[in-house]
């Protein structure tokens, strides 16, 4: 019986060390569904290196790499020591997909973009003469009749109170920055309503309460996201997702959104400074509309999670100091922030290469922790700094506290706030050892 091993590489710490965590609360979706699209006559084992040892001298015939973000280079030396051992090793994800030739270094494989048409080709390849092609790339044209995931690989593993259910890929923006958008070129594809209900139906027939909606913008479409939440309501679960902003000007899809469980939101706010937006090609999100936004989702019952970058074109040290400020004074429980990195492949990256503004295109220092280019109004160095600066400031004992379980809002949802206390707890360990804390 032929076997693939799929491996979901973790990343290193300030100090060199692999980072590690005694449990996963958001687990990935995309091996347990290539499990389920994977033949009977063959075995499936699945490794999460954060919660997991990889075993070297597995008896796979396959070894398939995920690249999530900048764990792509410790999926690097996952790959060469495999390929020592005379492994047939396959890369696939949005980073391998985005330099797949310098992904083709190390790997005998690489798969590019939507792996539902691609996958079954390369095992069909394999069990034909055990050889396999270098690159597959077949897009699909739609997310129609996806297989239940085998939630059961994940359920092995140390895991949290969730488990994944995908609703739609892509978004219809083009910000010059996204990997998403690089991949999708403003596609935005989503699954039947019934089949993602099937999924949600299974999980909480697993004994699941709450589960994370994967969507790169689940407000894409209106439409759809409101046919969803009238079949998710009567299920009687919580649940989180992604999407804009945009989510706090629809007031009833917003009602309908709460009416369905969902109770937590992870919202790209990105930047204080619209000038900078404006020039990566999100003009449409406006940076004066936040605070209100903001408060409308907190008084819906929503609890917010943001992603911010540092680094646009009208970054100054001032700016990212008012930063912190709005953190304050808005108090989302869980915030992230990135200094902007142009992805490789991405838009940007190639504009800053033709105006000669990289610092370097070592990619292992493309990791979101460290300046990579040259800011408008402010140096690489201190730009790296004030980083730093910010996320000491942002994740100390005192804001943590403040944000989460003595935020006005924790008196509607208080469990909901215990969870986010938890979270910066989680991500402070992380901050400490100069590591964006993108892992939980």
């Not at 359920?155 to 920055?177: D, T």
């Not at 506290?401 to 969870?419: D, E, G, W, Y």
């Amino acid at each position: 019986m032929p076997k693939i091993l799929f491996i979901q590489p973790t990343q290193y710490g300030a100090d060199n060390k692999l980072c590690k965590q005694k449990r996963l609360h958001l687990p990935g979706l995309v091996f347990p569904l290539l499990a389920a699209m994977t033949p009977d006559n063959w075995e499936v084992e699945v490794n999460i290196e954060v919660v997991d040892d990889i075993h070297f001298d597995t008896d796979a015939d396959i070894i398939g790499i995920g690249t999530m973000g900048y764990a792509i280079y410790r999926g690097i030396e996952i790959a060469r020591e495999f390929r020592k051992r005379g492994k047939l090793v396959v890369m696939g994800g949005y980073m391998a997909s985005m330099v797949v030739n310098k992904a083709l270094e190390y790997v005998d494989s690489v798969v590019v973009g939507d792996a539902e048409k691609s996958y079954p080709q390369l095992l069909k390849d394999f069990e034909k003469n055990r050889k396999i092609r270098k690159i597959y790339e077949m897009p699909v044209e739609n997310l129609d009749g996806l297989p239940v995931p085998r939630y059961e690989l994940l359920m092995e593993k140390p895991i949290g109170n969730m488990l994944p259910v995908q609703a739609g890929r892509g978004c219809p923006y083009a910000c010059s920055f996204c990997c998403i958008a690089s991949i999708y070129k403003g596609r935005y594809l989503y699954r039947p309503v019934e089949e993602v209900v099937r999924d949600i139906q299974v999980v909480r027939e697993k004994g699941f309460k709450r589960f994370y909606l994967l969507d790169d913008n689940i407000v894409s479409n209106p439409k759809y996201l409101e046919t969803l939440c009238k079949e998710i309501e009567p299920l009687n679960m919580n649940w989180a997702s992604q999407c804009s902003l945009h989510l706090a000007k629809n007031i009833k899809l917003l009602e309908k959104v709460r009416r369905a469980g969902g109770n937590m939101m992870s919202f790209g706010i990105e930047s204080i400074t619209q000038e900078g937006l404006n020039k990566l090609g999100k003009s449409w999100l406006l940076v004066n509309e936040h605070k209100k936004l903001i408060e409308t989702l907190t008084r819906s019952g929503i609890m917010v999670s943001a992603e911010m970058m540092l680094g646009t074109d009208s970054d100054t040290e001032e700016s990212i100091r008012a930063t912190y400020d709005f953190i304050q004074q808005t108090r989302i429980p869980i915030p992230r922030f990135y200094i902007l990195t142009p992805p490789p492949g991405s838009a940007l990256y190639d504009q800053y290469k033709s105006e000669g503004r990289l610092l370097t295109e070592e990619l292992r220092k493309y990791d979101g922790s460290q300046c990579v280019h040259i800011p408008a109004k402010i140096s690489p160095e201190k730009l790296t700094e004030m980083f730093w600066w910010l996320y000491g400031k942002v994740f100390s004992l005192k804001s943590i506290v403040r944000r989460t379980i003595m935020n006005p809002a924790a008196i509607k949802s208080p469990l909901l706030h215990l969870f986010a206390l938890y979270v910066n707890l989680h991500y402070r360990k992380y901050v400490r050892k100069r590591v964006p804390p993108n892992i939980f």
